[in-house]
């Protein structure tokens, strides 16, 4: 009897991976449903306003995603990038920008204030300070975009409703099989939770692809300066600023990140990270997660099913959903060529991810750019200094930390 109740409950709990595939396959088609109607109108709503750019060290192809915010249709904005010191590397990277670019307004600031731990979000206090216009838009310096970024992401302010704008991404790899792996599954992923959430209770969280906000509403939850010892400071300015009633809005084109060529080992500790953040500011969602892997629980279900016909049915209806997941979000919905290429890794994708999962319950520290970090709370606690590869120095800029 002992054997049958346990047998039954695993194989209704192993429904519950499934059912949360059917519910993200829903919402993204009904938010992405309306491409097929053609591209979103030219918005007239285009107040100025001011990019924000932390940045530290080289990233892959930094000069191009710097240039491309320096070419969007747009009529009055400015770019304000701030690094630690003057011989940071990326330091001739945005000269020669503004060499470039002399028609754009284009500003380099050295060093800020040590506020918090964080030395990106001191950076942004700085640069919320230098901004000349109201509307502020912080992305990452892995990102890249199109022509009409700006238009989409400043469109929704019009709406004095609207607190924050982020946005979906796509993914831009040099080929390595960690990239690979990170990449086919970022992008679906974020942007699985993102349109879930949008339909059952609204987006409260921003991206570091694109963090966009005003003076105004970025004064009413304390500025970045309430959020310099914050270790996910893109969740947290999205979830203070849903707080106090507004929404967050998701633009309606999607950047590119573009990423590092990574190894394996490399991915998993990036996966690492960014778990380790989501336990320590939402540790219910993150205890959740455990009900939203479908293939450990497809293994376990097949293991004590009753018969072999069952065992494979399960399998089978994971294999499916799981595939429809990738190519309907990520292959059609973002147009990710990455996804398209290779979706068929998602098992792969899963079986990595749920290892990192259970790794963050016993974990509550982390590395970036030479500095190791101790996680309580949503908070960082500087520990040490730690020795890091030359790889994982170039990872992204404006992820997390710097």
Not at 193 to 200: D, F, N, P, R, Y
Not at 207 to 217: F, N, Q
Not at 254 to 281: A, D, K, Q, S
Not at 321 to 329: F, G, H, I, M
Request: overall charge positive; proline content about 5%.
């Amino acid at each position: 009897m002992g054997f049958w109740l346990i047998r039954d409950v695993v194989l209704v709990l192993a429904l519950g991976p499934f059912i949360y595939y059917v519910l993200t396959l829903w919402a993204g088609v009904l938010h992405f449903r309306r491409k097929q109607q053609g591209p979103p109108a030219r918005s007239n709503y285009t107040p100025p306003a001011s990019i924000l750019k932390p940045v530290r060290g080289l990233d892959c192809e930094a000069y191009e995603n710097f240039a491309s915010f320096c070419q969007l249709d747009y009529p009055e904005y400015e770019i304000l990038f701030c690094v630690s010191d003057v011989d940071d590397p990326v330091v001739p990277v945005i000269e020669k920008l503004q060499q470039d670019f002399p028609n754009r307004r284009i500003r380099l600031f050295v060093s800020a204030p040590g506020i918090g731990a964080s030395s990106k979000v001191n950076k942004l206090c700085r640069l919320v300070e230098e901004a000349k216009y109201e509307v502020l838009v912080i992305s990452d310096s892995d990102v890249r975009v199109k022509s009409n970024y700006l238009r989409d992401v400043a469109a929704p302010f019009a709406d004095p409703a609207v607190g924050a704008v982020t946005v979906f991404f796509r993914s831009l790899i040099p080929g390595s099989f960690g990239a690979t792996l990170d990449a086919a599954g970022s992008a679906v992923e974020f942007a699985t939770s993102a349109l879930l959430a949008q339909k059952l209770e609204g987006v409260r969280f921003t991206l570091g692809a694109t963090m966009a906000s005003t003076k105004e509403r970025l004064a009413e939850i304390g500025g970045f300066k309430a959020l310099a010892n914050h270790y996910v400071d893109d969740f947290e300015l999205g979830n203070r600023i849903a707080a106090r009633g507004y929404r967050v809005e998701l633009a309606s084109t999607p950047v590119w990140m573009v990423y590092p060529r990574e190894t394996l080992g490399e991915f998993l500790r990036h996966e690492l990270r960014w778990i380790i953040g989501l336990r320590n500011v939402r540790p219910g969602g993150h205890a959740a997660m455990g009900f939203t892997f479908g293939l450990p629980w497809t293994i376990l279900a097949a293991a004590v099913s009753p018969s072999t016909m069952l065992a494979l049915l399960y399998v089978f209806t994971y294999l499916v959903l799981r595939s429809a997941v990738y190519l309907t979000l990520g292959a059609w919905g973002l147009n990710d060529s990455v996804v398209r290429r290779a979706w068929w890794l998602a098992p792969v994708r899963d079986a990595a991810s749920f290892a990192v999962w259970l790794v963050s319950f016993f974990s509550d520290r982390i590395c970036w750019r030479g500095l190791e970090f101790q996680v309580k709370r949503g908070l960082l606690i500087p520990a040490r200094a730690a020795k890091i590869s030359s790889v994982e120095r170039q990872r992204r800029t404006g992820e997390v930390l710097e």
